[in-house]
């Protein structure tokens, strides 16, 4: 399972940019994981999503 650190994302879109299927930008000016994304399917842009988040947001 995919997750975003609230208290560690400081909202720069890297991972909504690389990984569109997956992650969004949400109303707090913070990533998260969009509802029903198919983590199996898209994990190949999840690892990258991960490997350019700059703060180290993203784990799964």
């Given at each position: 399972?995919?997750?975003?650190d609230?208290?560690?994302?400081?909202?720069?879109?890297?991972?909504?940019?690389?990984?569109?299927?997956?992650?969004?930008m949400?109303?707090?000016?913070?990533?998260?994981?969009?509802?029903?994304?198919d983590?199996?399917?898209?994990?190949?842009?999840?690892?990258?999503?991960?490997k350019?988040?700059?703060?180290?947001?993203?784990?799964?």
């Open positions: 399972m995919v997750k975003v609230k208290n560690k994302c400081i909202g720069c879109g890297a991972c909504a940019a690389t990984c569109p299927e997956v992650f969004q949400e109303d707090d000016g913070k990533a998260g994981v969009k509802s029903g994304a983590v199996k399917k898209n994990a190949k842009c999840i690892k990258e999503a991960i350019n988040c700059p703060a180290e947001a993203i784990s799964n």
